[in-house]
C-alpha cells in the first residue's frame, strides 16, 4: 500500500516518492490511463541522484479515492495538497501525455510554488480557437473521444470492459496497442525497462475500476478550468511531429498561446518518443537560471 493523505472533500490521494529525500522535488502527473508508476522509468531516476521524484495516483486511479465531475484544475488543488503535507516550497512539474494538461495546470494556479513545468506529448484545450481538435489523430482515438461526448453511458461500460481485460492480461492490452504505433514508438515501447514500466503502469492504474480513465477522458473534454494563455511560469513543451495520439497542432497551438513557452519538437519523434527526452526534460527541470524568479 502506497503512502496516502486525506484531502479535504475526504478522499484519499495516493502517492509515492523516489531519489533523494533532500533533492530538487520534481513532481509526476501520469497519462491517461496511469498511475504513479507511468511517468519516469526506474533507471531514469537512478541516474538523477540530486532529484526528488513525487507521483500520485489522480482521483479514481490506483489507490486514490474517485472525485468525480473533476475538471483538469483539480490537479493543482490535489498537487498543493499534496506539497504541503510534504512541506515542500518550490517544486517542478512534469506531465506525460494525458498529465500534461495537469502540468499546465499547476504552472497557471500555483505559480508562486512550480518553478518550471514541462509538458510532453500533450493535448491542447478542446475550446481552442482556431485548431480542429481531432485534425490528424488516429481513427481510434477520434472515435473513442467522440463517443465519450455523444454517448457517455455506452463509453462509460466499454471503458469498464477494458480496464477489466486489462487487469486479467495487461501484456495483451500492451501487444494490442503497438498496432497504432509509431516504428519509433514500438522499439521504444519494446525496451525492456519500458515494457515493464507500461504493464505495472496499467495494471496498477486500474486494479479497482475505470473511473479514473473515465473521469481523465470526460476532463480532458471539458474546459479545464484555467487558461493556457495566463501562465507566467517557464514550460517547456516536448511534442513528436509523427504522434497521432496528440497531433503536433495541439503542440503548435500550446507553443502560440503560452508566454513563457520553450517548444521543442522532434521531427522523426512520435508519442512514446517523449520517454527518450526525459533526461533533458529533468536536465532543464532542475537548473536554475536567475530568470526563474
Known amino acids: 500500500m502506497p503512502n496516502g493523505i486525506r484531502m479535504r472533500d475526504g478522499r484519499r490521494l ?35 541522484p540530486g532529484v526528488r521524484f513525487i507521483a500520485h495516483d489522480r482521483p479514481g486511479y490506483g489507490d486514490s479515492d474517485r472525485g468525480p465531475g ?17 512541506k515542500l516550497g518550490r517544486f517542478a512539474v512534469l506531465g506525460l501525455s ?19 513545468a514541462a509538458a510532453l506529448a500533450g493535448l491542447a484545450p478542446p475550446v481552442a480557437e482556431g485548431l480542429n481538435w481531432f485534425e490528424g489523430m488516429a481513427t481510434s482515438h477520434v472515435e473513442e473521444y467522440t463517443r465519450a461526448l455523444t454517448e457517455p453511458v455506452d463509453f462509460a461500460d466499454r471503458l469498464a470492459a477494458r480496464a477489466a481485460a486489462i487487469r486479467a492480461d495487461p501484456a495483451q492490452f500492451l501487444a494490442s496497442m503497438r498496432d497504432g504505433l509509431t516504428d519509433s514508438d514500438r522499439r521504444i515501447v519494446s525496451t525492456p ?3 515493464d514500466m507500461l504493464l505495472r503502469n496499467y495494471r496498477e492504474a486500474l486494479s479497482t475500476s475505470a473511473y479514473g480513465w473515465l473521469d481523465d477522458t470526460l476532463a480532458l473534454l471539458s474546459h479545464w478550468g484555467f487558461d493556457p494563455a495566463g501562465i507566467t511560469r517557464p514550460v517547456l513543451l516536448w511534442h513528436g511531429t509523427e504522434d497521432t495520439f496528440s497531433p503536433v497542432a495541439h503542440f503548435e497551438w500550446l507553443a502560440r498561446h503560452i508566454p513563457r513557452a520553450r517548444p521543442v519538437l522532434d521531427p522523426k519523434g512520435g508519442h512514446f518518443s ?4 526525459l533526461p533533458d526534460v529533468l536536465d532543464w527541470l532542475c537548473a536554475t537560471p536567475r530568470t526563474d524568479t
Open 14 to 48: 495516493a502517492f509515492e516518492e523516489w531519489g533523494d529525500p533532500g533533492g530538487t522535488p520534481v513532481v509526476l502527473l501520469h497519462g491517461t490511463p496511469g498511475c504513479r508508476h507511468g511517468v519516469v522509468p526506474r533507471e531514469v531516476m537512478d541516474e538523477r
Open 70 to 86: 473533476r475538471r483538469v484544475a483539480q490537479a493543482a488543488r490535489d498537487v498543493a495538497a499534496l506539497a504541503d503535507a510534504l
Open 98 to 116: 494525458g498529465g500534461a494538461p495537469h502540468a499546465l495546470a499547476c504552472a497557471a494556479l500555483l505559480p508562486s510554488r512550480v518553478r518550471r
Open 193 to 195: 525497462a519500458v515494457s
Open 274 to 277: 517523449a520517454l527518450e527526452a
